[in-house]
């Protein structure tokens, strides 16, 4: 069975070949184990990489013999995607993932007052993401390990001040990132658009957009190319939140698929997480791994389908599909 890989993982592999540090690469291999598709074609390939995964923590371990502590910049992931929220100092960065999270970042109107990552767990309607908190980009002194933390994104966040000179700020980070090889794709608005093949996908949040402030914000999108477009947030007036969370889940592509057992109703409370485009028979590694090699056919009930149709495995599914696994 051939893999059938997808543009992702082309783009991860590169990633992966251009990590310098162990901890960079641990967290490029991650990632491109992420995008493998799970089928027969791809088992040889999946346990390559999980083999050389596994060599390189070992690795890693061993070289902290002594240490007395890991690098708070080392997060395990968590969630269906994770998203990290970066940008120039006193933006709001802290403020928003305070106020959408359960986690309690230093918020000070202060700049320069967040020196550490802090990760929290965003709810959107019965979605985990994980939004990490991020010192701020300067051009005087960065962390190194902060630059494998933005490339373990799947999503960057990239914070502005609305009333701060958004336009030269965000030349400024864009050009920081890419001088530290972590190059953002800025999002085109174009629902269809195919996922970023270099780099990591941005979405650009301008903050402070606060009441009496829309016509600026309207301007600044007048100026800005027609290749992306930001999003409009006021975190302290609680603007633009909701539109906010959903448009992350619009960027990261994600979509709820509901397991239905056979002559039992289906579990409408903990969907399973995919990524738009995969299959029945994705659906089916996610259920349980032994799923994929037995799954002979589905049947679901959702948009484009008839109530209880059967499908095949290679069947795409969308959004709030009810799926039936026959084995």
């Known amino acids: 069975m051939p893999a059938n890989l997808p543009p992702e993982y082309y783009a991860a592999e590169e990633d992966f070949r251009a990590a310098e540090t162990q ?18 074609g791809t088992d040889h390939l999946r346990a390559d990489l ?39 100092p006193n933006v709001g960065k802290s403020a928003l993932v305070a106020a959408v999270t359960k986690a309690s970042p230093e918020v ?5 007052s967040t020196w550490q990552p802090t990760p929290g767990m965003l709810h959107v309607d019965d979605i985990q993401l994980q ?21 373990s994104a ?48 941005a979405l650009v949040v301008v903050n402070k957009t606060d009441r009496g402030f829309d016509e600026d914000f309207h301007i600044l ?20 939140i909701d539109a906010l969370k959903r448009e992350l889940v619009r960027q990261l592509r994600l979509i709820r ?18 990524r738009q485009g995969e299959t029945v028979a994705d659906f089916a590694a996610k259920v349980h791994q ?16 008839y109530a209880g149709q059967q499908v095949g495995r290679d069947h795409p599914l969308e959004d709030g599909d009810v799926v039936e696994l026959h084995l």
């Open 108 to 112: 000070s109107a202060a700049p320069f």
């Open 154 to 201: 799947d999503l960057l966040l990239l914070m502005l001040d609305l009333q701060a000179n958004p336009e030269e700020t965000l030349e400024q980070a864009l050009h920081l990132l890419a001088e530290h090889r972590v190059p953002a794709i800025l999002d085109s608005g174009e629902d269809n658009a195919p996922p970023p093949e270099h780099g990591r996908p």
């Open 221 to 240: 999108c007048d100026l800005q190319p027609s290749n992306y477009r930001p999003v409009p947030l006021s975190v302290t007036e609680n603007r633009y």
């Open 131 to 151: 939004l990490i908190d991020t010192p701020p980009l300067n051009t005087e002194h960065m962390e190194p390990e902060l630059f494998d933390l933005l490339r």
């Open 257 to 274: 698929i509901y397991a239905k057992p056979p002559n039992k109703p289906a579990d409408m409370h903990a969907p399973f997480v995919l």
């Open 290 to 305: 032994d799923f994929i090699t037995g799954l002979k056919s589905a049947r679901i009930w959702g948009a484009g389908v």
């Open 50 to 88: 999980r083999k050389r995964l596994s060599k390189l923590r070992q690795a890693d371990q061993q070289g902290k013999a002594g240490t007395r502590h890991e690098s708070v910049f080392q997060i395990p992931r968590e969630g269906a995607a994770r998203v990290v929220v970066t940008g120039p």
């Open 23 to 40: 901890q960079e690469k641990i967290a490029c291999l991650e990632k491109l184990i992420s995008t493998v598709p799970r089928h027969k």
